[in-house]
């Protein structure tokens, strides 16, 4: 998952303070770096991560539309999968 500033986001979510952690994003490429970021995600964790990361990589609604250009390019589509072909799921919509 791209983030809309191509940082990462290694924190809480503010809804869910005490239950919904996020680590994602970058650029795109950060399966390449998960050997390296898992300590910082455990650190996080733990309330140990060092306080200029989590400035760095706290969750930030606050930049979102201030990189258009790099939020267009991170866009992506949105399928609903019924209308997808091959699936076959026959539940009702909620």
Known sequence: VETHDDHWIIDYHDSAPDSL???TGGSGYSF???TNVGKYVVQALEGTLD???KEY???RPDRVGL???REH???RVKYDLRDCEGWRHT???L
Do not use: M, S, V
């Open 21 to 23: 952690f996020i680590a």
């Open 32 to 34: 390449k770096n998960l």
């Open 51 to 53: 306080a200029q990361w």
């Open 57 to 59: 990589w706290r969750w």
């Open 67 to 69: 990189f258009p250009e």
């Open 73 to 75: 390019r991170n866009a």
């Open 91 to 93: 539940a009702t919509r």
